[in-house]
Every structure is written in structure tokens, then in C-alpha cells.
């Protein structure tokens, strides 16, 4: 499986911004998608993450009722609308696959190049 992410960006608190991550590759339906963040000096953290075929979706606490993930089969893309954006949001975003129901990074196989986020205050 090949990923693309792209939608990063300079936002201010408050904002919003959508990162898409465009797959490729084998059969997405055997898939978990998850997206990441890896903020300077600090490890990284899952953010949310959906089953590609029955779309059962999990958010981070930190996230949650802040961001959206979703998917469209036909693109083949995965999606994170973020919406009233924090600075502690700043982070290189990442969008990951597997084959389990995973929040652990290490559980994932495939990984996109990163995006940068950042939100001034």
C-alpha cells in the first residue's frame, strides 16, 4: 500500500484545515486506516483511525468532537477535517494503514511522507 498525504498548513487557533491521504496499492477493504501526529520532541500519537470497509471510526480523546476522519471508496482517499484548532495541535500529521483495529504506531505497516500542521496563537 502506497499513501500520500497532503493538506497541511499555517492556520490560526480556532481554524480548521482537511488533510487527505490518497492510497494506492492492494485491496483497501482489509484495511485500517489511521491517521498520526508527531509533534517536536515527542513521540508519536494516534489521532483517529476508520475501517476502511465498515467505516467503524475511533478518536483520540484529545480529538474527539474536534476532528472527523472519513473515507471515499471511490478516490481511495481517507480524510481528517480539523476543526477548532489548538497550537497543542501543531504536529507533522501522518496517515497510516494496517490490518488490525490499532492505536499503537507500531502496529502499523504502511506510512505516508508526513504533512506539517501548525497553529499560531
Known amino acids: 500500500v502506497q499513501l500520500q498525504a497532503s493538506g497541511g498548513g499555517l492556520v490560526q487557533a480556532g481554524g480548521s484545515l482537511r488533510l487527505s491521504c490518497a492510497a494506492s496499492?492492494?485491496?483497501?477493504?482489509?484495511?485500517?486506516m489511521g491517521w498520526f501526529r508527531q509533534a517536536p520532541g515527542k513521540e508519536r500519537e494516534f489521532v483517529a483511525r476508520i475501517n476502511w470497509s465498515s467505516g467503524l471510526i475511533y478518536y483520540a480523546t484529545s480529538v474527539k468532537g474536534r476532528f472527523t476522519i472519513s473515507r471515499d471508496n471511490n478516490k481511495k482517499t481517507v480524510y481528517l477535517q480539523m476543526n477548532s484548532l489548538k497550537p497543542e495541535d501543531t504536529a507533522v500529521y501522518y496517515c497510516a494503514s494496517t490490518t488490525g483495529w490499532e492505536t499503537s504506531a507500531q502496529r502499523y505497516d504502511y506510512w505516508g511522507q508526513g504533512t506539517q500542521v501548525t497553529v499560531s496563537s
Open positions: 496499492g492492494r485491496t483497501l477493504s482489509n484495511y485500517v
